[in-house]
């Protein structure tokens, strides 16, 4: 009789461990998941980022040009309609060549990061309480710069629009 409790406490025992280990192993995975996932959301913003200074800002920046030349060849009427919108497009092309270098930055920098968070959290080197508060952290910064991003990319498709309403009126 004792020695069935005692096989039967062992098998208990050995089950606990098992499940004890298996989710273990599986937190980790989890956190690598959610670590690549925050990097292929970067590695698209980045993407996205050159795509939006090669095409969409030159493209601006030209047609801006092309339309606060033009201003002396318009009515005063004219001109008042067309400065403001003019001046804003400038404004966002002000912003985007000061901002995109430091967005560039913390994009590598963040990417950097996280490789060191996924290669810490596969090896166990901080505690699952504090790879899940570092990945949260990392969250939160991924999801500032795609929200930059995507301000730029809102901004220069009505820019664009402005500009095109600006250059048929010439």
């Given amino acids: 009789m ?4 005692i096989t039967k ?26 670590i690549e996932s925050l990097k292929k ?4 913003d ?13 493209s601006i920046e030209r047609d801006f040009k092309k339309c ?3 201003l002396q060849y318009q009515s005063q009427e004219q001109v008042v309609k067309s ?3 003019l001046r804003l497009v400038q404004a966002y092309i002000e912003q985007f060549k000061a901002t995109r ?3 560039q ?11 060191l968070l996924k290669a810490d959290a596969e090896t166990n080197h901080f505690p699952d309480s504090l790879v899940v508060v570092y990945i949260e952290n990392e969250t939160e910064y991924v999801n500032r710069l795609n929200n930059q991003v995507q301000y730029f990319e809102d901004r220069f498709d009505a820019c664009k629009k402005d500009l095109d309403t600006l250059k048929t009126q010439q």
């Avoid at 930055?105 to 490789?115: K, Q, V």
């Fill in 2 to 5: 004792k020695l069935r409790l």
């Fill in 9 to 34: 406490s062992i098998v208990i025992g050995l089950v606990a461990m098992l499940v004890t280990f298996s989710s273990c192993n599986h937190q980790p995975t989890t956190h690598t998941e959610k």
């Fill in 41 to 44: 959301q970067l590695v698209a």
């Fill in 46 to 58: 980045a993407q996205t980022l050159q795509e939006i200074e090669a095409n969409d800002f030159v």
């Fill in 68 to 70: 606060d030349s033009m």
């Fill in 83 to 85: 400065f403001e919108k």
């Fill in 101 to 103: 270098p430091v967005m």
């Fill in 105 to 115: 930055a913390e994009i590598d920098s963040t990417l950097l990061r996280l490789d």
